[in-house]
């Protein structure tokens, strides 16, 4: 059984490709072949369109280039590879990232604990509304506590990197005149709609590294144009009325295990607010300090207030307290030289990254002795 990875590009993005590619041949687990699809529709003189980086990277670590007729847009990247590889794991990837080196071997270790799932390093949960689906951007994309689950209710979001168990794929999944009909511009969403009728779960694989987007490769992105002008929303509902006219059964079934929005938002503030209680657990006994009087003082404050927690902050601290305010949702603010730099204690930087990292290193380096709490992730706690 082969790893085959496999893309497709368009003129507009042609151009950075290589640097796509290049990614993909640095992988710690390689695959056996990487294959570019293009239309000869878009680039009409073949080899002769494409840039002499993407040229020299045929027979590279198997990456090839396939040219084919018509253009299914972004569904080239899953269509040609799954049909011509039935018995081998297929792993789709977009244009416009830079992955991580350990892109495959994330998928495939959750490959090989669950290896009748799709595995994806990007997904959306899919949520409810009452009796309908919940809008397009409301479907949560921050899901940690749920790495590692095969579940129903898992978009995957291609950009991340998404792998394809073999042989368990149906002819359905090909359907052109469908494909066009209803999801022209949404492979995602296309790709969703066939793994529920084939009972396909789909599991999140948490990078374990981090993928860069190219630099200005999302001037007219399409994924930015279906989430804002409601592409993908009319798209779900046009494949939700088929799936309830040919797949009535499967319908009322996937529906009816999706999870209400209050009921997820509701599980989620519960995560969030055990993570702060680990973290302050952790801390124990030690001073608890914010450091920034700022918005983002005020927000985590908040945060806290809800969670019943704003009880363990002992004081906001700032570098200088003129023209700070003395309370901060009802908590004192105290300058940091007030502060026993001899008694170790907790702190959250409530600041910018690069204040961050300037308070950070300045504490160091004046021998005051913490731990650093992370609030970022629970920064979301009032974004669900």
């Avoid at 927690?309 to 105290?334: F, H, M, W, Y």
Wanted: hydrophobic letters at 35%.
């Amino acid at each position: 059984m082969k790893i085959i990875v496999s893309l497709t590009s368009y003129p507009p993005r042609i151009g950075c490709v290589h640097r796509v590619v290049e990614s993909l041949i640095r992988q710690t687990v390689r695959a056996d072949e990487i294959i570019l699809y293009l239309s000869r529709d878009e680039f009409p003189d073949g080899e002769a369109d494409l840039s002499v980086e993407l040229r020299k990277l045929v027979d590279v670590n198997g990456f090839h280039i396939e040219w084919v007729r018509g253009n299914l847009k972004s569904h080239k990247k899953y269509y040609y590879a799954m049909q011509n590889y039935k018995k081998d794991i297929v792993i789709t990837v977009d244009d416009d990232t830079v992955y991580a080196e350990s892109m495959i071997s994330d998928l495939m270790k959750t490959y090989q604990c669950f290896p009748h799932a799709v595995s994806a390093r990007r997904v959306r949960i899919i949520l409810k509304n009452g009796n309908v689906l919940e809008q397009y951007r409301k479907w949560d994309g921050y899901l940690d506590e749920y790495a590692n689950m095969p579940r129903r209710d898992l978009c995957a979001i291609g950009v991340g990197g998404v792998l394809y168990p073999p042989e368990r794929i149906s002819s359905n999944w090909f359907d052109e005149e469908e494909i066009v009909k209803y999801a022209s511009a949404q492979d995602d969403l296309w790709l969703k709609y066939n793994e529920i009728l084939n009972d396909i779960p789909v599991v999140y694989s948490k990078p374990s590294q981090e993928d860069f987007m190219i630099e200005n490769s999302q001037e007219g992105r399409l994924a930015a144009n279906n989430l804002y002008s409601n592409g993908n929303d009319r798209c779900i509902d046009e494949l939700l009325l088929l799936m309830q006219r040919k797949h009535l059964i499967c319908y009322e079934i996937w529906m009816q295990g999706l999870m209400q929005r209050e009921e997820y938002i509701r599980r989620k503030k519960a995560y969030y607010c055990n993570l702060i209680k680990t973290d302050l657990d952790e801390a124990g006994s030690i001073p608890f300090y914010l450091y920034g009087a700022g918005k983002a003082a005020d927000f985590y404050l908040k945060i806290l207030s809800d969670m019943q927690l704003i009880n363990r902050v002992t004081a906001v601290i700032v570098s200088e307290q003129k023209d700070n305010p003395q309370k901060v949702e009802g908590v004192e603010v105290k300058q940091l030289n007030e502060i026993d730099r001899t008694a170790k204690f907790a702190v959250t930087f409530a600041v910018n990254d690069n204040n961050r990292k300037e308070i950070y290193n300045m504490l160091k380096k004046n021998g005051y002795q913490f731990m650093e709490i992370n609030f970022r992730e629970v920064g979301r706690y009032y974004l669900i």
